[in-house]
């Protein structure tokens, strides 16, 4: 079976790239020889306010803040009306448990878009 090929997208400021030699070498002590011949990440800098929209598998990630300020961050996780938890463990700390089987949904898992 041949592997998927791998993408990394880095979102970055342009002043860091040590970082990036970190991971990249991090990452690949779990990655096949054939995985590591297909890694090569890609380095995507952002202007302040912007934002990457990517799949929940693709590897990502950024640089470290070196200014006095906090960097603020917002994830939306989405997904298919429908879809059954797999576990009966919290999927984020601080918010309960969907129970496996159940469907997905109530407060941290509403329903975005009803289709018609």
Request: glycine share 8%; net charge positive; proline share 2%.
């Given at each position: 079976m041949v592997s998927p090929p791998l993408q990394t997208l880095f979102c970055i400021s342009?002043?860091?790239?040590?970082?990036?030699?970190?991971?990249?070498s991090e990452v690949k002590k779990f990655l096949t020889e054939e995985q590591i011949a297909q890694f090569k990440p890609i380095a995507i800098p952002l202007k302040k306010?912007?934002?990457?929209?990517?799949?929940?598998?693709?590897?990502?990630?950024?640089?470290?803040?070196?200014?006095?300020?906090?960097?603020?961050?917002?994830?939306?996780?989405?997904?298919?009306?429908?879809?059954?938890?797999?576990a009966n463990t919290s999927l984020l700390n601080g918010v309960p448990a969907i129970p496996q089987g159940?469907?997905?949904?109530?407060?941290?898992f509403p329903l975005l878009l009803e289709s018609k």
């Open positions: 342009t002043s860091a790239c040590k970082l990036l030699l970190y991971v990249d306010g912007y934002a990457t929209f990517h799949h929940p598998l693709l590897m990502h990630g950024s640089y470290e803040n070196k200014t006095e300020r906090q960097r603020r961050a917002f994830v939306l996780n989405v997904f298919k009306d429908g879809v059954k938890s797999d159940q469907e997905m949904g109530g407060k941290f």
